[in-house]
């Protein structure tokens, strides 16, 4: 597990160091595994850039993270794209995330064998899919900031066409 703060203006400082140690020093006792992040914004929103890739990308095709990769010369092209936007989100954010993120999560994800996002087993079973908490956030920040991202709202488009299929059945 990973924690840390998400500075607040209204709070002193110290006064969060404080709260935050002393969640790591009950978690500590009860011997979680975790780790303090110095800045948890890049953290969350590396796992951001994952999801919106994988979990999006295995719903939509069916297929596994290699069967995805290698499936056609514009998998891999179109995957970077869409992670490529949201480190876009992330940065106009002021987020400090580096588009070489997105080449390591490639690297990161080849090196395993192929899987399936959580997303996708939500799919396969029925259930409803966490568009708004995998996609929606993205897609919110860039209509604010007025980005055009135009693979990711394909994606979230497709995404939640096929949440709303679900959700009546």
């Known amino acids: 597990m990973q924690m840390g703060l998400f500075p607040n203006p209204k709070l002193n400082s110290d006064l969060e160091r404080q709260r935050l140690n002393t969640f790591a ?16 914004q890049i953290k969350r929103w590396e796992k951001v850039v994952w999801n919106a890739a994988w979990n999006s990308i295995t719903t939509l095709t069916d297929v596994n993270t290699q069967d995805w990769l290698a499936s056609s010369p514009e998998a891999i ?22 588009h ?10 080849s090196a395993m064998p192929g899987i399936f996002s959580s ?15 995998i996609l929606g956030y993205p897609m919110r920040m860039a209509k604010e ?6 693979v990711l709202s394909t994606i979230y488009a497709l995404t939640t066409a096929v949440n709303g299929r679900l959700n009546k059945l």
Do not use: W, Y
Request: with cysteine; hydrophobic share 45%.
């Open 25 to 40: 020093t009950l978690l500590a006792t009860g011997q979680t595994i975790f780790q303090v992040e110095k800045d948890i």
């Open 77 to 98: 092209p179109v995957t970077k794209h869409l992670m490529h936007e949201v480190i876009d989100i992330a940065i106009r954010c002021k987020v400090p995330l580096d």
């Open 100 to 109: 070489s993120l997105a080449d390591g999560l490639v690297d990161k994800i």
């Open 119 to 133: 997303m996708h087993t939500d799919m396969k079973e029925g259930r409803g899919l966490e568009v708004d908490v």
């Open 145 to 150: 900031l007025e980005m055009n991202v135009p």
